[in-house]
């Protein structure tokens, strides 16, 4: 199974903090996604890293990749009340056309 | 472009009733994928399609699930006899093509099926 696996399971912070989260995968991928999940609703794109792309921006967003010690990290910067969610890592093996889901991060911003 | 449209939100079912899932893809998508959430986990691959074709379905458990997307309409997940096991929330995502490098999928909103 290529099930990823994230830490820490929840997360707390204070708004305008930064937030960490990591990603753990077992076997060879195309490329790795970050999406958050609402409350109760749907999944939205994030962010998309290449398994030869290091790391990648977008807004406050930062991505790193480590194919070596097959991990991801996501990191949010000056957290807002609006970042509360959960947030998945999902891997992409070559060929595969499905994702693997990780268990998810809690996150909560605390005004 | 209203995105990738599942209907119903909500589906209450009772033991041994059929479940029917149903989900419009995007506009120009012809691929659909299925994934199952269980409280607090993270998502399962189901079943990938395309327009009449099933083109992966490791995902799905043997009996009582099967999904299609004829060559018009939506895709549909049925599932049959329901159990209380079957209550989850089930999420349809779409791709215009098999290439999805260059960007992440398109989730719908979910169907939340609850067997009472």
């Known amino acids: 199974s290529q099930q990823g696996e994230e830490d820490p399971q929840a997360l707390s912070i204070q708004e305008g903090e930064n937030a960490t989260m990591n990603c753990s995968y077992k076997t060879s991928i195309n490329n790795l996604q970050w999406y958050r999940q609402n409350s109760g609703r749907g999944l939205v794109h994030l962010i998309l890293?290449?398994?030869?792309?290091r790391e990648k921006h977008s807004g406050r967003l930062r991505v790193t990749l480590d194919t070596s010690k097959k991990s991801s990290s996501l990191l949010i910067t000056a957290s807002r009340a609006a970042d509360t969610a959960s947030y998945f890592c999902?891997?992409?093996?070559?060929?595969?056309?499905?994702?693997?889901f990780g268990q998810g991060t809690r996150l909560t911003i605390n005004p | 472009n209203a995105g990738v449209m599942q209907n119903p939100r909500h589906l209450v079912r009772r033991r041994g009733q059929e479940a029917r899932l149903r989900c419009s893809p995007m506009k120009g998508h012809s691929h659909v994928y299925w994934y199952r959430q269980l409280p607090e986990e993270g998502l399962k691959f189901m079943v990938y399609l395309q327009k009449e074709n099933i083109i992966d379905e490791s995902g799905m458990p043997k009996e009582r699930f099967s999904a299609e997307f004829p060559k018009e309409g939506p895709s549909i997940l049925r599932i049959q006899q329901v159990v209380r096991g079957d209550s989850a929330a089930y999420f349809c995502?779409?791709?215009?093509?098999?290439?999805?490098?260059?960007?992440?999928?398109?989730f719908g909103s979910g169907t939340r099926l609850t067997v009472v």
């Open positions: 999902a891997t992409d093996a070559w060929g595969a056309q499905k994702l693997v």
């Open positions: 995502a779409s791709s215009p093509n098999r290439d999805i490098t260059n960007y992440g999928y398109t």
């Open positions: 890293i290449r398994s030869n792309e």
